[in-house]
């Protein structure tokens, strides 16, 4: 079955410094979403990326999506101390509903 | 535009009891999913509703768990029965259409403990 898988699982960086996030998938998708996690909280809609597309950006955040190689990158540039959380990507196959998570990478920006 | 509202926030059940999740979509939404996280895992599909219509219960267990999305009011995820491995987070999501084309809009959850 189709599972995202994010890598690296734990990341600390010092704030200013970039973060790099990758996500691999098995299946042909519709589109790619990343999402973000604070501890014990719920879940914040980052970006959407469709499969037709190679690259976004929002803010701070760029996301590349290389769909021949099943993977998609999240890059949090200028990192801040508030990035501290965990981040998932979540993949919705071609033709269906479903969106299948990865089990995150969690993210620490020391101040 | 309020969001996806999940409600109770927190929810304390003993064993055996049932436990009811409320989630109301996104104004305009009328596709809702319903995933669990146990602790320090990611999200992991339950179920998908249209408005009274189960579409998906693949990742539902096949006992003691139910959901519905009725015509008027919010999507309700039962849970009957529980024990202490139903303690998780609960997530509810919703979108605007179910070909995965649009953003999947997420609540804060209900964090459900079973003593």
């Known amino acids: 079955s189709q599972q995202g898988e994010e890598d690296p699982q734990a990341l600390s960086i010092q704030e200013g410094e970039n973060a790099t996030m990758n996500c691999s998938y098995k299946t042909s998708i519709n589109n790619l979403q990343w999402y973000r996690q604070n501890s014990g909280r719920g879940l914040v809609h980052l970006i959407l990326i469709r499969s037709n597309e190679r690259e976004k950006h929002s803010g701070r955040l760029r996301v590349t999506l290389d769909t021949s190689k099943k993977s998609s990158s999240l890059l949090i540039t200028a990192s801040r101390a508030a990035d501290t959380a965990s981040y998932f990507c979540?993949?919705?196959?071609?033709?269906?509903?479903?969106?299948?998570f990865g089990t995150g990478t969690r993210l620490k920006v020391l101040a | 535009n309020a969001g996806v509202m999940q409600n109770p926030r927190h929810l304390v059940r003993r064993r055996g009891q049932e436990a009811r999740l409320r989630c109301s979509p996104m104004?305009?939404?009328?596709?809702v999913y319903w995933y669990r996280q146990l602790p320090e895992e990611g999200l992991k599909f339950m179920v998908y509703l249209q408005k009274e219509n189960i579409i998906d219960e693949s990742g539902m267990p096949k006992e003691r768990f139910s959901a519905e999305f009725p015509k008027e009011g919010p999507s309700i995820l039962r849970i009957q029965q529980v024990v202490r491995g139903d303690s998780a987070a609960y997530f509810c999501?919703?979108?605007?259409?179910?070909?995965?084309?649009?953003?999947?809009?997420f609540g804060q959850g209900t964090r459900l403990t079973v003593v």
């Open positions: 104004k305009g939404h009328s596709h």
């Open positions: 999501a919703s979108s605007q259409t179910g070909d995965g084309g649009t953003e999947a809009f």
């Open positions: 979540a993949t919705a196959s071609s033709g269906t509903y479903k969106y299948i």
